[in-house]
Each structure stands twice: as structure tokens, then as C-alpha cells.
């Protein structure tokens, strides 16, 4: 079997399959259902997914079993099903395969954390944990072990000797997870990787999940050194997800992926298929794309959120927060953000707020760990820039990263370090990250947390309990504008301006009348809407954000256009030019202006900061309203009276 698959591989790029869970959710199965146990309750529709992807050009798929080990079994009582979901898993993927597919079976990690620590875990107790689910699937007929998504090396070489022991006959592709630049989350190479695990005794070598294909283009580059020696595999998410009515939601389309499994096909991929938010259209389109055959034989065929409930009456928030109150009369207002850094030097990020300050900025929004990568602490950084450039800071505070009581803590840190506002956000889904055995909290979700914060402004806790003053932050929430189907989001932020919002940061839009869309369908709110202006900088750019990037959609005009340019800095220019038309073009409707700084170059964001204050723009002139000029006033001091308890 090993001499069969690999002559395979070496004669021609072989198509596995996609995503399974994803593809039983889209089914009706519950998100957060353990996917492993319907081999046993529902193996009719596990089945049936087999099948659709057989029938989408897969010449591989894989069994419905990688979290089925005794480890993560035994954290929902079901410990003493291994053998059984494993070997049925098998059995059912055999069924769909008949002779011509080859039949994977697939083991993820065991949720056992590395380096091992203490007595109760070893390497032994490891290897017996793959060894039993190994056995099972060996028992069902698999003919190939897909390792994938590992993490820890240590555990992966460790997999890779068990199935060695047990069938040295069986080829083993051995996948790590590479978030970005060709690393795993917890430092190690990918060419590292791929050589210890040959000499583990892996046939194929490659990575699967992460963050997208454009991330997984870095680890295939770190790879494609071996490609003379081994075949490569590649499998990669559907870019990152996103959260969409309890849903996990993937954006990145079939074509653009297939886009790029061609240039990895390239750096010497023979085996590829996708993982999470894939599908069989995905499949379809990696078959079309790259002009691969149909096997032979086979015929065509056309963590729950809690929300908390505000309809109780409650006496409302009078102020607008400080932030809104120290605008300027008479000018629109700018709001530029910036990216704490992912390491521990602030000497730059500090350089460029002073820039943007003195170039007319009126506050610095800094994200919390966006796309769920590890960033230096947004809540020291606010105060250092309030406290040594006397510019306004906006914090964005994600339920991602803490619990109900852990984001109160934050709120009272901020208001005893001066910061005035807060933008509320859910957060970026924890399977994004960078980081190990990141898990997300969610206790609340971004509608609990503007009632959180507007209960804090009238002086009480979550929990209803006096605080002994009330805090003055202006909230802000974010709003995802799609002029195809808006009324989903805008009543979401119907909901968050009921419940105490006062200004809104929306994701990136680039053309006029989708910003005076939704400046009309959103004017009866009453809020404060900064529309964000994200400047491009290239025609590769602007095709990762409109495709891996959850709710960026970037008109195919300006993307056509950009890629008329052969030179980058052609690229660039044409795309600040159109920028700047933009910002001139909406500059009496806009109630402010929300600037994206690219890749967290400030100097960029400053062109058009200079632009709008040159040019003197009033906007909209809503937020001459909520501004108090002197910087201080009965709604400002309301802000630190002491209340009775």
C-alpha cells in the first residue's frame, strides 16, 4: 500500500477532501456537537459526506475521527468508545471509497500539552493513546495515517513511531499547523519540523489549518527545499473565521484558494484538499483549477453566548463619554488605528501617534490582540499615549480574552488611568491564534459588554452593585456594512444603541455610495458613525483582504485596476490616489473618519490625516452636538462624582 500511494504521488497531484466538521454543521449539526460519536449515532450522514466529496474530485478522503482519542473522549464520558468510533469511522469511509480512493485515516493531537510535565503523563502513556486509536482504524480498513494539525513536535514524532511500530506497510503524511511565517505557534521551523519527522519515518510531509493560504504559502516556501526528496501536502483553512449568529463563518472563496494551492502546487505539493471551512465546492474548484482528473469510477451529480437582556427599565447614561466630548467644534473628527506591536519595543508606535497627533489625529484606537495574535497589552499603551502626547486613546476591550469578571477589571483600569473610551468587540475566534491551547470565554458577547459598560457609567457593576462613582466612557461598538444584506447587522446595532452605544467603527469601505448607504440607513440611530478608510498599498494587498480577511469586500474595479501596474510602488501610488478621492469624495457626509493604518504603517494613515485638516472639512457635523469645548463640563464631572450607595 505504501508503494502504491506514493507511486501515486509522484505520477500526479493527488485531491483529498475538505473540511468534515464544517461541512456537518452545514448540515444542521450543532456547533459544539462532538462530531467523532455520529459515526455511531448518525453514520448515514457521515456517509453522505464521503460521498459528496467523492463526487466533488476527491481521490482521498478522510475518516471522521480526529479528536476520537482517549484523552479528549474521556473529557465527555466516552472513553470507552475509542475502538468502536475509530474502527467504524473506517469502515464507513471504506464503503464510500470502493477501489479507486484511497482512504485516510485521520488522527489529530491528543490535547495532552508539550513539554510534559509531572509524573502522570510520560511518552509512553502518549503512545498508547495513538496506539489504541491507530489499531482501531488499522481494523477498519484505512490504507494511509493523516497526522494533522499538530502543534508540538515532540508529539508528533511521537505519533509518527507509533504507527511505524504498528504498520510500517501504511504511508504517513505528517502535517503541522505554521500560523505565520513558517512557524508553529510555539517557535519551531517548518523545515525543521518536516526533516525530524522524516527521519521519524513520515512518507509525506506538509501542514494543514492555520491562517489561511497566504500564511500557508510561507511554510510550503520553508518546504519546497525538500521537494526533490519527498512529496509535499498542503490543506488550508478557508481563511479566518468569524463569528456570524452563533455560526462560524469562513469568507475566503473556492477560486482564490485554488489561486494559491496552484503556486504551492508549484514548490512541489502533490497531495492537497482543505480544512476547516471547506467544502465540496471547494474541492470542485481545486479540481477545475488545476485541471486535475476524476477518479476513474466515479459518477457526477449535479461556545454558547449568553446575551443579557436590557428590556428591565433603567436610568440612562446622560453624557456622551469623554472622547465625544473633547471633540473639537467645528471640525470632523479622526480617529487613526494602530496595532500595538507583537513584541515588547513601544519606541515606534509611540513615534507614530506623536506624528499623527501633531498632524491632527484626534485619538489613537488600539486593538486587543487582533485576529486572536498576540500583541503587547492595548490597556498600558492607551495610557502611555494619553500620558506623555495628551492624545485621546480608544480602547477595544474583546469577550474573547476574559470572563465577565475579568472584563470588569478591565473597565476599572481603565477609568483609573484617565482612558474615556471604549470600543466593545466580541473578538476574533481563539482557533486563529498564534498561540497554544488558546481557548476562547465568551460569557458575554459584544452586546453584553456595551450594557456592561454603560452600567458602570451610571455607576453600578454587571452585577447591579454600587460602585461608588460613575465612570465617562464614550462606547463604541463595530459595525460590519455589506450593501447586499444589511438589515441583519443594522439590526444588531440597533440593538447595541439601545443598550448604550454612542459611536460606531465600521469595517473597511471603498467606494461612496456604500458609505452614503449606509449613512442613510443608519441616521434614524442617533450615533456618532465613523466609517473606516482603509488605505491600500498593493494589488497583492487589496486580494488578501478581500479574500482571507472576514468582512473586508473590496470592489473588483479598484483590484483590476491595481493589478495594471506591474511595480509595486505603481500599485501603491494609484491606490493612495484612490484613497484620497474617497476621503474627499464623503467628507460632507461622514460624521468622522476611522483610519486603518496598512500593516501598521502610520506614515500612511498621516497622509490623509493632513489631507482632511489641510482641506478644513466640517462633515456631517453631528458630533459639534456632543462636544464640549472647554474640555470640561457637568457631563464631564458627572464622570467622577461620588454617588450614594
Known amino acids: 500500500m505504501k508503494t502504491q500511494f506514493l507511486e501515486r504521488l509522484n505520477e500526479k497531484v493527488l485531491l483529498g477532501d475538505g473540511a468534515i466538521g464544517t461541512f456537518l454543521y452545514e ?24 460521498e459528496e466529496y467523492i463526487r466533488a474530485g476527491s481521490e482521498l478522503i478522510e475518516t471522521n475521527t480526529f479528536g476520537a482519542n482517549r484523552y479528549k ?91 511505524g511500530k504498528l504498520a510500517d506497510y501504511i504511508p504517513v503524511v505528517a502535517q503541522m499547523t505554521y500560523p505565520a511565517r513558517g512557524r508553529t505557534a510555539v517557535g519551531n521551523d517548518a523545515l525543521l519540523c518536516a526533516e525530524k519527522s522524516l527521519e521519524a519515518g513520515a512518507s509525506v510531509v506538509g501542514t494543514n489549518c492555520g491562517r489561511g493560504v497566504r500564511a ?17 501536502s498542503a490543506f488550508p483553512n478557508a481563511g479566518i473565521p468569524e463569528v456570524v449568529e452563533h455560526r462560524m463563518v469562513y469568507s475566503t472563496p473556492p477560486a482564490y484558494m485554488a489561486d494559491k494551492l496552484s503556486e504551492m502546487v508549484k514548490q512541489g505539493v502533490r497531495l ?60 470632523v473628527p479622526v480617529l487613526v488605528e494602530l496595532d500595538p506591536p507583537s513584541h515588547l519595543d513601544l519606541s515606534r508606535i509611540i513615534s507614530g501617534a506623536m506624528a499623527l497627533s501633531a498632524a491632527g489625529a484626534d485619538a489613537i484606537t488600539l486593538a486587543e490582540n487582533p485576529l486572536a495574535v498576540l500583541r503587547s497589552d492595548n490597556l498600558s499603551l492607551a495610557h502611555m499615549l494619553k500620558k506623555e502626547i495628551g492624545i485621546q486613546t480608544v480602547l477595544h476591550l474583546t469577550c474573547r480574552d476574559r470572563n465577565v469578571l475579568g472584563l470588569q477589571t478591565q473597565i476599572t483600569g481603565a477609568y483609573h488611568l484617565g482612558l474615556e473610551a471604549i470600543l466593545a468587540v466580541t473578538g476574533d475566534p481563539a482557533t486563529s ?25 451610571r455607576g453600578f457593576n454587571f452585577a447591579g452593585s454600587p460602585m461608588g462613582r460613575k465612570t465617562n466612557f464614550s462606547i463604541g461598538v463595530a459595525f460590519s456594512y455589506r450593501p447586499k444584506n444589511p438589515d441583519l447587522q443594522i439590526r444588531r446595532l440597533e440593538r447595541k444603541a439601545a443598550q448604550g ?56 474595479e479598484i483590484r483590476k485596476k491595481l493589478w495594471r501596474y506591474d511595480k509595486v510602488a505603481d500599485q501603491k501610488k494609484a491606490a493612495l490616489e484612490i484613497t484620497g478621492r474617497l476621503v474627499e469624495d464623503i467628507s460632507k457626509i461622514v460624521d ?6 496598512p500593516l501598521n504603517k502610520w506614515d500612511v494613515a498621516e497622509l490623509f490625516v493632513r489631507q482632511i485638516r489641510e482641506a478644513g472639512w466640517t462633515g456631517s457635523g453631528l458630533a459639534d452636538k456632543f462636544a464640549v469645548s472647554s474640555g470640561s463640563g457637568d ?4 464622570g467622577t462624582q461620588l454617588i450614594n450607595g
Open 73 to 163: 473522549l474521556h473529557r465527555i464520558g466516552q472513553a470507552h468508545r475509542v475502538a468502536e468510533i475509530n474502527r467504524k469511522g473506517a469502515e464507513l469511509a471504506s464503503r464510500a471509497a470502493g477501489t479507486d480512493i484511497f482512504v485516510a485515516g485521520s488522527v489529530g493531537p491528543t490535547g495532552i500539552k508539550f513539554p510534559l510535565e509531572g509524573e502522570e503523563v510520560d511518552n509512553s502513556t502518549v503512545e498508547e493513546i495513538f496506539r489504541e486509536q491507530m489499531t482501531a482504524l488499522l481494523e477498519g480498513g484505512i490504507q494511509v495515517f493523516m497526522l494533522e494539525t499538530f502543534t508540538y513536535l515532540d508529539e508528533l514524532i511521537i505519533c509518527i513511531k507509533t504507527a
Open 501 to 556: 452605544a454612542h459611536f460606531v467603527m465600521t469595517q473597511p469601505l471603498f467606494d461612496r455610495s456604500a458609505v452614503e448607504e449606509m449613512a442613510d440607513k443608519t441616521k434614524h440611530l442617533g450615533l456618532l458613525i465613523f466609517p473606516g478608510i482603509f488605505p491600500l498599498i498593493s494589488a497583492r494587498n487589496a486580494d488578501f483582504l478581500h479574500n482571507e480577511v472576514p468582512g473586508i469586500s473590496i470592489p473588483g
Open 433 to 457: 491564534s498564534d498561540q497554544p491551547g488558546v481557548s476562547g470565554v465568551f460569557d458575554v458577547n459584544s452586546l453584553g459588554l456595551v450594557r456592561m459598560i454603560d452600567q458602570f457609567n
Open 272 to 331: 492537497l484538499g482543505g480544512c476547516c471551512g471547506t467544502t465540496p465546492s471547494h474541492i470542485h474548484a481545486f479540481r477545475e483549477r488545476l485541471h486535475l482528473k476524476r477518479p476513474r469510477s466515479v459518477s457526477v451529480i449535479s461556545g454558547t453566548r449568553q446575551t443579557v437582556s436590557a428590556e428591565e427599565p433603567r436610568e440612562k447614561f446622560k453624557g456622551k463619554g469623554g472622547l465625544l466630548e473633547s471633540f473639537v467644534p467645528g471640525r
Open 27 to 50: 448540515k444542521g449539526i450543532d456547533l459544539g456537537t462532538n462530531t467523532d460519536l455520529l459515526n455511531l449515532s448518525d453514520p448515514d450522514l457521515v456517509y453522505s459526506v464521503h
Open 635 to 638: 457631563s464631564v464631572r458627572e
Open 216 to 232: 500557508m504559502l510561507s511554510a510550503i516556501d520553508r518546504l519546497s527545499v525538500l521537494k526533490e526528496r519527498v512529496p509535499l
Open 592 to 597: 468622522g473618519y476611522y483610519i486603518i493604518s
